[in-house]
């Protein structure tokens, strides 16, 4: 009985921490996340006299005014080849959008990211097979390339060696595989799950073919249509608020150049570091996170109470063992730690079938988070923080329902 109350109760909180873990505290599978920040504005406003055509999220509203991580093209082109604190920008498409694909004659959809051609270069990720983007596939000119997840591969293409070099037909044009991703990368934004990255020239010219236009000058070109994520590795030595000097300033004569005249509502730029990735998730459910954190704690507060007072009963039912033992020159503490020694077994026993109740109760918890229209594609494994903190629940619960019986016998 012991234990299967207080595998409930440490299941249900090593399922919530595995989810808060994967959201909001577990740092990118990429070189270095640290090192990484995220290029930002913010306006009073909507800032109608620089951007035409936002896409992607933009956060706040109101008083708070509006904050997003989209730029235009030029503004990223000026940020990497200017400035003297990142050793390398890279930019994404701010939507990820699904495409059909035909493979074999079969038809598929996936979610293709659109990326800079030094994407992977900047985060250091490698691939598994083949090869990743290269910036001279990230030209208009350049023959369709793509990197595919390791997902895709395993479960579309069967983990074919042959698969890069493959061609498939994307919306109805022939575009090459030249690698495959690693399988725990899956971008910067978690939860995501894209199943094709493709050069931002290539995204943009599909957005503009699907848009009507003849090429994908709009996205490239206008500087007033802002649809790129732009990430910088800092340089050895540079902070993160000399970095947010340096080009804030090229930021102010990017906009000078658009509008001439002052104006109030003109947009501010910010970094931010995204070692964990992107935030849109920890805007999403950090809060129903934590308060489910603090409703299963309360559960696991309550079982501890049941099991303290089943151990108080079978402690009144030792009195005789235990007035044998200090008969026999037992010290107090020696008992004491004798019967928190047999709790905390149990708590650790309960804690082993506590991982097995996590595993279905993380299962459930990831189908409630992807109930809305987004898709969401978080991998809640038992890694060594969930184990950790299974650990740190065994330990203080065993403390907790066998402090009480300890002193009482």
Avoid at 62 to 87: E, I, K, M, W
Avoid at 96 to 120: C, H, M, P, W
Avoid at 189 to 208: F, H, V
Avoid at 351 to 360: H, K, P, Y
């Amino acid at each position: 009985v012991v234990i299967v109350s207080l595998a409930l109760g440490i299941g249900a909180n090593t399922a919530i921490f595995s989810a808060i873990d994967a959201v909001m505290l577990r740092l990118l599978p990429v070189q270095d996340p640290q090192q990484l920040v995220m290029l930002e504005w913010h306006a009073k406003d909507w800032p109608e006299k620089y951007v035409g055509d936002l896409e992607g999220s933009g956060f706040g509203g109101g008083d708070q005014g509006l904050t997003s991580y989209s730029f235009a093209y030029p503004a990223f082109q000026q940020f990497r080849d200017q400035n003297q604190v990142f050793s390398t920008a890279f930019a994404f498409a701010a939507n990820s959008d699904k495409v059909n694909l035909g493979i074999d004659g079969r038809a598929e959809s996936t979610e293709i990211q659109g990326v800079s051609g030094n994407y992977f270069a900047g985060l250091g990720v490698q691939a598994v097979l083949g090869r990743t983007l290269l910036p001279e596939d990230d030209s208009e000119s350049a023959p369709p390339a793509a990197v595919i997840s390791y997902k895709f591969w395993m479960q579309q293409l069967g983990g074919s060696p042959q698969a890069a070099g493959k061609t498939m037909v994307l919306n109805g044009l022939p575009i090459t595989i030249v690698g495959v991703a690693p399988p725990d990368f899956f971008g910067l934004e978690p939860g995501s799950s894209p199943g094709l990255y493709i050069p931002l020239a290539k995204y943009s010219a599909e957005q503009a073919r699907h848009g009507g236009t003849d090429s994908g000058m709009t996205y490239l070109k206008d500087p007033k249509v802002w649809w790129a994520g732009i990430v910088g590795r800092l340089e050895p030595g540079v902070s993160r608020q000399q970095a947010q000097a340096e080009l804030a300033v090229l930021f102010d004569q990017n906009l000078r150049a658009e509008v001439s005249t002052p104006d109030p509502n003109k947009p501010v730029l910010q970094l931010i570091p995204i070692k964990q990735g992107l935030d849109s998730l920890r805007r999403r459910f950090s809060t129903s996170l934590l308060l489910l954190m603090m409703m299963v704690g309360a559960v696991m507060l309550i079982a501890c109470g049941n099991v303290a007072a089943l151990l108080l009963t079978r402690a009144s039912a030792r009195q005789r063992e235990i007035a044998v033992r200090l008969s026999l020159g037992a010290r107090r503490a020696r008992l004491i730690r004798q019967l928190l020694t047999e709790s905390t077994l149990l708590a650790f026993c309960g804690g082993a079938l506590g991982l097995v109740v996590a595993e279905w109760a993380a299962k459930a918890l990831l189908t409630l988070l992807s109930s809305g229209r987004q898709q969401i594609n978080l991998q809640l494994h038992l890694d060594t923080n969930v184990l950790v903190f299974t650990a740190a629940v065994c330990i203080v619960s065993g403390i907790l329902f066998g402090l009480a019986p300890a002193l009482r016998a």
